[in-house]
């Protein structure tokens, strides 16, 4: 994980970590160099600068879970937030992201697991299948991961079903990817990338999020 992850005032009370891929850079001479400034930076400014193109990944998520950008403050001050890799990568069609995962999954997830350990995470959302959600340990006997579609979304000039992946990770085993045993049962949820080429429905993850009994107490009005 990069460091410096955004806690929110009221995050502990939650237990929610949201996780995306990895900070951007358009400088293409410090791709793979280790992000020089923390998460937390990226989403203070985000919260309380000006509003920016790029900044609608993190609008996009507060809506998935009900918070119009009106209400972000109120909903990020709920929330954990981190970057799962910790080094510069480019935007569309740059492999970075990849090549630095490929080389390090063991030690990103034995850096997100302790942080969950430390923080008593009860609840994981990976913004981002390909690159985060599919390199976490893998799964064990015992424990059963499931797509659900929520809707359909635009792919190239058809659809495709717009899945989420959820599943959970169950305390004091040993998982492949990881030497870091979870000291308590861990929640996972696998969702697109907000800023994806194939776009995202912020109202198809809403629905959805909003009929699962345990995160009612997280959810916002709408949008």
């Known amino acids: 994980m990069n460091k410096g992850v955004w806690e929110g005032k009221q995050a502990e009370k939650y237990g929610i970590l949201l996780l995306g891929e ?4 358009d400088d293409d001479t410090t791709l793979g160099e280790l992000v020089p400034y923390e998460t937390s930076g990226v989403v203070k400014y985000y919260l309380d600068g000006p509003a920016q193109k790029w900044a609608e990944f993190f609008t996009r998520i507060a809506e998935s879970f009900g918070y119009s950008y009106d209400l972000r403050h109120e ?3 709920k929330v954990y937030f981190g970057n799962y890799v910790d080094r510069l990568c480019g935007k569309s069609g740059d492999n970075t992201a990849s090549q630095m995962i490929s080389l390090h999954r063991q030690e990103y997830n034995d850096q997100l697991f302790s942080y969950i350990n430390e923080h008593g995470i009860r609840k994981l959302f990976c913004f981002s299948k390909q690159q985060v959600y599919r390199n976490l ?3 064990v006997s015992g424990e059963i991961f499931k797509d659900y579609s929520i809707g359909k979304i635009k792919h190239g000039t058809g659809g495709q079903n717009n899945l989420i992946s959820m599943g959970t990770y169950l305390h004091s085993l040993e998982h492949p990817f990881t030497k870091v045993i ?5 929640k996972v949820y696998g969702i697109r990338h907000p800023s994806g080429q194939s776009g995202y429905v912020s ?3 809403y629905d959805f999020l909003k009929s699962q009994d345990d995160l009612k107490c997280i959810m916002g009005p709408g949008f």
């Open 22 to 25: 990895s900070h951007y850079d």
């Open 137 to 139: 340990p893998e799964a």
């Open 182 to 186: 979870l000291k308590n049962d861990l």
């Open 203 to 205: 109202s198809q993850v």
């Open 75 to 77: 909903f990020y001050e």
